[in-house]
């Protein structure tokens, strides 16, 4: 991604579940606006999860992380970087978990949030063959 990506990005991430194998990347953003919500982080021994990139602005809504490491990296943040995370849980984790740089953007679509506490049974029981 390069300047010419700014505010063409734009992505929502909801219902998605990050598990077993995988390291990093889950998901790693630059440049974009990124809408994450009711997701599962369950990716034991990982070396991080949301990777804040350049100028990206991230909005991370009622996920759950579990027994991982480094929920929030920012090591490739620069000043215009935004991750803010509303009703998050983190169950045994260590490494970061604070927000960066203020208030991110409010999504322009209609959606409704599932409660923190029923996203991992709700994520798991659709998840895989059927």
């Given at each position: 991604g390069n300047?010419?990506?700014v505010?063409?990005?734009?992505?929502?991430?909801?219902?998605?579940?990050?598990?077993?194998?995988?390291?990093?990347?889950m998901p790693r953003i630059r440049y974009g606006k990124n809408h994450l919500f009711n997701?599962?982080?369950t990716a034991s021994g990982n070396s991080d999860c949301i990777g804040v990139g350049v100028s990206c602005n991230i909005?991370?809504?009622?996920?759950?992380f579990i027994g991982i490491k480094t929920p929030i990296s920012t090591s490739h943040s620069d000043?215009?970087?935004?991750?803010?995370?509303?009703?998050?849980?983190?169950?045994?984790?260590?490494?970061?978990t604070a927000d960066?740089?203020?208030t991110a953007f409010t999504p322009p679509y209609t959606y409704?949030?599932?409660a923190t506490n029923t996203v991992q049974a709700t994520v798991q029981s659709g998840a895989g063959p059927k």
């Open positions: 300047s010419e990506d505010n063409h990005l734009n992505v929502t991430w909801h219902h998605d579940w990050w598990a077993d194998n995988v390291n990093q990347r997701n599962l982080w909005l991370d809504e009622n996920g759950i000043s215009a970087s935004i991750i803010q995370s509303k009703g998050v849980t983190y169950q045994n984790c260590s490494g970061n960066l740089g203020g409704t949030l599932d």
